[in-house]
């Protein structure tokens, strides 16, 4: 996350606008809410349930999903772990604009090298990151796959495939662990009124 550009003729420009203007103008402070976990543990639904709840307080938010990314900016990306990385780090750059832009960038990525996450959290001013394990067991994952994703890696049809042919590692200190057995309205309820804390 941290490697220097290639180019050496570029000079950072900065605007007149300070993130405490921004907080004034949406009415609440910036974050990045990462929501990490294995496939089909519930990221998408919950980051989204987030968001809405969010713009119902009339919050500024947006959700960066996993898949949606790979239709565009990431369209070049395969699952390989190097590819894993760079997904990552591109992402976690987007983010940290949104947070500079004043939103609060939820997003929705298994990411499950530790190494990766902890990359994003550098780019992040302290306290600005959120860290959100999605912790469901894998057999539950397995049990809401629409897609059949888990039935075709264990038979060997998706290489690199987290949790079952491609390692996951499990974040050990995060802001938030999130059992996604629970009603959905209360996992949101503890990610919104961790932001409450983190805006008073």
């Known amino acids: 996350?941290?490697?220097?550009?290639?180019?050496?003729?570029i000079v950072r420009a900065d605007g007149h606008i300070s993130?405490?203007?921004r907080a004034a103008n949406f009415g609440h402070g910036s974050a990045t809410v990462w929501f990490t976990g294995l496939s089909g543990s519930g990221k998408s639904t919950l980051a989204?349930?987030?968001e809405q709840?969010?713009?119902?307080?009339?919050?500024?938010?947006?959700?960066?999903?996993?898949?949606?990314?790979?239709f565009g900016l990431?369209?070049?990306?395969?699952?390989?772990?190097?590819?894993?990385?760079?997904?990552?780090?591109?992402?976690?750059?987007?983010?940290?604009?949104?947070?500079?832009?004043?939103?609060?960038?939820?997003?929705?990525?298994?990411?499950?090298?530790?190494a990766d996450r902890a990359a994003v959290r550098d780019v992040h001013p302290a306290g600005r990151f959120?860290?959100?394990?999605?912790?469901t067991p894998i057999e539950i994952c397995e049990a809401r796959d629409v897609k059949?994703?888990?039935?075709?890696?264990?038979?060997?049809?998706?290489?690199?495939?987290s949790g079952i042919s491609a390692p996951y590692e499990a974040p050990v200190d995060p802001e938030l662990t999130i059992d996604t057995t629970k009603p959905l309205e209360a996992c949101v309820d503890e990610i919104v009124a961790y932001?409450?804390?983190l805006s008073s």
């Open 53 to 70: 709840r969010l713009i119902e307080l009339g919050r500024a938010t947006y959700v960066l999903d996993g898949d949606n990314v790979r």
């Open 19 to 21: 993130g405490a203007d």
């Open 130 to 135: 959120i860290e959100v394990f999605v912790d």
């Open 74 to 114: 990431n369209s070049d990306l395969g699952f390989s772990p190097e590819d894993r990385t760079e997904n990552i780090r591109r992402i976690g750059h987007v983010c940290r604009l949104f947070q500079d832009a004043g939103l609060i960038a939820l997003t929705a990525f298994i990411s499950p090298y530790a």
């Open 1 to 9: 996350m941290a490697a220097e550009p290639v180019s050496d003729n």
């Open 195 to 197: 932001l409450d804390r």
């Open 48 to 50: 989204f349930a987030v």
């Open 148 to 161: 059949g994703l888990y039935a075709k890696a264990r038979a060997g049809e998706i290489p690199e495939f």
